[in-house]
């Protein structure tokens, strides 16, 4: 006779070491850490953004790379993750994962600052660095997570989808909470430092069981430490982040009152806060030129500016024409408050700006309500390809009366592509199509190489008197030239009409890698 064996007797003493012998995870701290680092990595790229806009401009390229590197430590974040987590114990790794994450991060700002600065050509490499690594490690959470959370095969189904939404969820909310609040409201240093020590924090919490953990949290909490105060003396510094840039304010050593707006590392706008008639950069003197010639002296006229800047020609339209009327669309409010704040805004009257897109501010003005618009709106080097279209044209010509006149600021270098094609564009709305700049960029000088920079074109209803703009250019000292008619046609050649359809602007245009004139 068999005697039934009795039930083995469990072992309640402490392992001396190793993880716990809760081999699973609760549901709460599971959501918590997808749902967290999800969000994390979605803050580092769109703050990613703005730190390289002032070195690589804001482009569709500079757009194109961060989104590319972002889903690449993603992808190889997830994969890996999946394979570490079934050979090794995932306890283990979520600490180290959310550490190193957060080191790196809060030292981004200090990297690619200094970097861009003293080693410009390394600075793809460091940028690529600094978003893979967080990227990586922090997308490896979710399968760790996840691994643990698989204690039955029969809610697999049930925890790879919650766990797969809480973190879409998370990855939305940390969208929109930078889009929305964070970069509006703080410098991007403080949001990647603050998220960095969050990081850590999250590290220390998650591996606090763990006495190797707690030696290496206490290095990594000094190391954001010395990096958030080591970032206050970095290169590169901001008088004011703004929603879309990084601005400065630079005061000209040769004019006591003169003061140049920088944004993101290109010279936007130059304004005497005394002498609003004093106009520095070229471009504004040919457009003064010319509106100086299109209408009579002194007497006041209706305008639209698309785009503001530090608002220069509304500000001399002010004072050479009295009761001129002025609205401005600038759809950055902090670059309307350093104009208030540091430019003098308040000393100018009949200049009404309104932050908003340019595109919608044209919708909503009457037909046949403006005398003048003037276009100089620009996203880094580039105008905003939606205001540079046929339909984005049709409706400037909308607000136009019969004899106004649309001046549109451009920048385009090597083989001049966009200006081209934006010149083309004009042509096909307009009936009279002008472009102003130097000789050897507008085809005056066809057997020359054009160079490029900033040329200004002109489009209207009615015929330029092309001999009077050029005698007010002259008078201006500049050596810019009109170019009218045949000489406009041939130039253009066959070039692309840009429609909301297709408008490729950041392909067809050429930046200049020196600083840009605006």
Known sequence: MTTPSSPPVADDSPAPDGPPRDRGMGQRAAAVLVFGSSAAVLVVEIVALRLLAPYLGLTLETSTLVIGIALTAIALGSWLGGRVADRTDPHRLIAPALGVSGV????????????????????????????????????????????????SLAETGTVVGRLSGVGTFGAIVGTVLTGFVLISRLPVSSILIGLGTLLVIGAVLSGWRARRWRRASAVALATVVVGSLATAFAPGGCDAETRYHCARIVADPERATGRTLVLDGLRHSYVD?????????????????????????????????????????PRYLAATRPGTRSLVSEIDGGVVRIDHERLNLGASTGIDVRVEDARLGLKRLKADSRDLVVGDAFGGVSVP?????????????????????????????????????????????????????????????????????????????????????????????????????????GWTGDAQVLTDDHAPVDQLLQPHRSPTVR
């Open 104 to 151: 790196v991060v809060a030292l981004t700002p200090l990297l690619l600052r200094t970097t861009a600065e003293w080693a410009a050509p390394a600075l793809l490499l460091v940028a690529a660095g600094t978003l893979l690594v967080p990227g990586a490690l922090l997308s490896a959470v979710t399968p760790l997570v996840t691994k643990l959370r698989l204690t």
């Open 273 to 313: 806060v005394e002498d609003p008639t004093y106009l520095r950069f070229g471009y504004v003197r040919a457009i003064a030129a010319v509106v100086d010639t299109a209408f009579p002296a002194g007497e006041p006229i209706a305008a639209h500016h698309i785009g503001g800047g530090g608002l220069t020609f």
């Open 385 to 489: 390809w939606h205001l540079t279209t046929s339909e984005a044209l049709r409706d400037v010509r909308r607000v136009l009366k019969d004899d106004g006149l649309y001046a549109v600021n451009l920048i385009d270098h090597g083989r001049l592509e966009f200006a081209r094609a934006e010149v083309a564009t004009l042509a096909r709305v307009f009936r009279y199509v002008a472009v102003i700049g130097a000789p050897v960029d507008i085809g005056l000088d066809p057997a020359a190489v054009p160079v490029g920079g900033n040329m200004v074109a002109l489009a209207a209803d009615r015929p330029f008197d092309a001999a009077a703009i050029q005698e007010a250019l002259d008078t201006r000292e500049t050596d810019w030239r009109i170019a009218t008619g045949d000489t406009v046609t």
